[in-house]
């Protein structure tokens, strides 16, 4: 996955990285970045300001992760320059592991108390998911941001539906009710949906992974360290993916780089997380109405709809000096 970053995006980064990361002014002093989600930061603004008021033993500075392409990316550069903070609270779950088995991150489970802390607030479930091969733990479970089927209310309730669509084949009957060439040119310029059509390694995490999930009942991608989504529900999903392309249902243009595209009606639909609604409350045009669905499932489909939770937890790396400090400062 770590294949495609630009060699001179990774130079910047790793020098942004270094000017910006000042460790050790004091050796029990800790760097703790957070993602640059608003809310998160003015949580983590809050809770490291109160800590640097009542403790004097050592401080805590914090700031969001560097902007880049994404967060992952960034932190790999981190990680390769060993400029990484001590705590990071962004840590995507499958990135865990690799760094794990690298020897870059503190295996949690030594550090006095950790493992009673984390059963006060996991079932055994989460806590085997988050073990790693060699048998430690290297994450604090901490947020999920769901991927859920967003939709324009007033546009749906124009469809035939009245609601949003439930399986492939109401969506493919809605695509064709609000696919539209709205200035005459002969050319559609108004789509159900839309999909990113760059290849970035995390974008399929937004489109054909809970796709997937929700038409296999939350199946499994590799069992046993082998692939098994050779089968028949990752096959519906390419296929109804291909067919909003091949029938002109999802645009085959990049949109993102336009205004955005659902807040201005061009598309009814779209595929995201629960940042979509920060966004959507704070540039939503007068009167637009919006809501969230899960997401289309095969026409065949029964049981409840699964989804991708695109966690992100809570590591120390190991450039931290002192892994008891930000133990302390973590569980407080």
């Avoid at 809770?47 to 392409?69: A, C, L, M, R």
């Avoid at 901490?142 to 089927?149: A, E, S, T």
């Avoid at 060439?181 to 390694?201: C, N, P, Q």
């Avoid at 995201?272 to 920060?278: A, L, N, Q, S």
Wanted: with cysteine.
């Amino acid at each position: 996955m770590f294949k495609g970053i630009n060699i001179v995006y990774l130079f910047v980064a790793l020098t942004l990285i270094s000017c910006n990361s000042d460790h050790n002014k004091n050796s029990d002093d800790l760097v703790y970045w957070s993602s640059n989600n608003s809310y998160e930061i003015n949580y983590a603004k809050a809770i490291t300001q109160k800590w640097n008021k009542n403790n004097s033993q050592f401080k805590v500075s914090f700031q969001p992760v560097p902007e880049g392409q994404s967060s992952e990316e960034i932190i790999l550069a981190a990680v390769v320059g060993e400029t990484t903070p001590d705590i990071y609270s962004n840590m995507w779950q499958g990135d865990v592991e690799a760094y794990a088995q690298a020897g870059v991150l503190i295996p949690l489970d030594t550090l006095d108390g950790f493992m009673e802390f984390l059963y006060n607030r996991c079932d055994s479930s989460v806590v085997e998911e988050i073990r790693s091969l060699d048998g430690h733990i290297y994450q604090i479970p901490w947020k999920i941001n769901p991927i859920m089927l967003i939709y324009n209310e007033k546009i749906i309730d124009t469809l035939s539906l009245h609601r949003p669509p439930k399986d492939y084949s109401e969506f493919f009957h809605l695509s064709r009710e609000f696919q539209k060439d709205t200035d005459g040119d002969g050319y559609v310029d108004r789509w159900l949906g839309y999909a990113e059509v760059h290849v970035t390694w995390w974008q399929r995490f937004f489109d054909f992974y809970p796709l997937y999930l929700a038409a296999s009942g939350g199946a499994s991608l590799v069992k046993n360290k082998k692939a098994v989504f050779n089968n028949e529900y990752a096959i519906n999903v390419f296929k109804f993916l291909r067919s909003l392309y091949e029938k002109n249902y999802f645009s085959k243009e990049r949109l993102s780089a336009r205004q955005d595209v659902f807040l201005a009606s061009v598309i009814a639909t779209r595929f995201t997380g629960p940042w979509e609604i920060m966004h959507s409350d704070n540039f939503k045009p007068e009167g637009f109405e919006y809501n969230f669905a899960p997401m289309p499932v095969p026409d065949n489909h029964v049981g409840p709809i699964y989804t991708y939770g695109d966690p992100k937890n809570i590591v120390i790396f190991n450039t931290c000096k002192k892994p008891e400090n930000a133990w302390q400062y973590l569980k407080q």
